[in-house]
């Protein structure tokens, strides 16, 4: 596995593409179905937290 480019935490990574895919930049990566949440939950997490349900384990 490698690193092919870095990017600011604040890049929203969707919307999500046709195929399960994803562009950042000039790159388009394609996943698997069972990552499209994780994908939708990380854009949610910067850009609309309060749509976020609260932590079920805030002590940890």
Do not use: K, Q
């Not at 895919?21 to 388009?28: I, P, Y």
Request: aromatic share 10%.
């Amino acid at each position: 596995m490698s690193v092919f480019a870095e990017f600011p935490r604040h890049t929203r990574l969707g919307p999500i593409l046709p195929g399960n895919a994803l562009e950042l930049g000039s790159m388009v990566f394609e996943f698997d179905e069972e990552y499209a949440a994780v994908i939708a939950a990380a854009d949610a997490e910067i850009f609309a937290p309060e749509t976020l349900p609260p932590d079920p384990l805030p002590e940890l």
